[in-house]
């Protein structure tokens, strides 16, 4: 069976400097809610895509797009000439890295580990 998830967007990580008022404002304009991981970070839960607030300075928010294949992705991003503007790393059920697409935006692919 193929995996229909592989290279699409997956996730959206938001930036703010006043994470909990962020996170007021889409609880109550939107109706999310959000599970803490710490406290600089809180996953959206309901928004019809997964996604993230996390405390620090404002930037665009990051999109993350999935992969079945960590190593290759990176490869083929590295390939076209993105920018790597964090080397892979680990966090609780995944890993991932972050780049600059030729333009400007930067954006991260993320696989889950393995179960």
Do not use: C
């Not at 406290?39 to 996604?51: E, H």
């Amino acid at each position: 069976m193929t995996d229909t998830t592989h290279h699409q967007l997956d996730y959206v990580e938001f930036t703010s400097p006043e994470p909990q008022a962020t996170r007021e404002f889409m609880a109550d304009v939107f109706g999310w809610s959000f599970v803490d991981y710490g406290p600089d970070y809180a996953d959206i839960q309901g928004a019809g895509i997964g996604g993230g607030v996390e405390r620090g300075t404002l930037r665009a928010p990051l999109p993350v797009i999935n992969s079945n294949d960590l190593d290759a992705s990176l490869a083929a991003v590295k390939a076209a000439g993105a920018k790597i503007t964090v080397d892979i790393f680990s966090f609780p059920g995944g890993r991932r890295f972050q780049f600059l697409a030729p333009g400007g935006t930067e954006m991260a692919v993320w696989t889950k580990e393995p179960e």
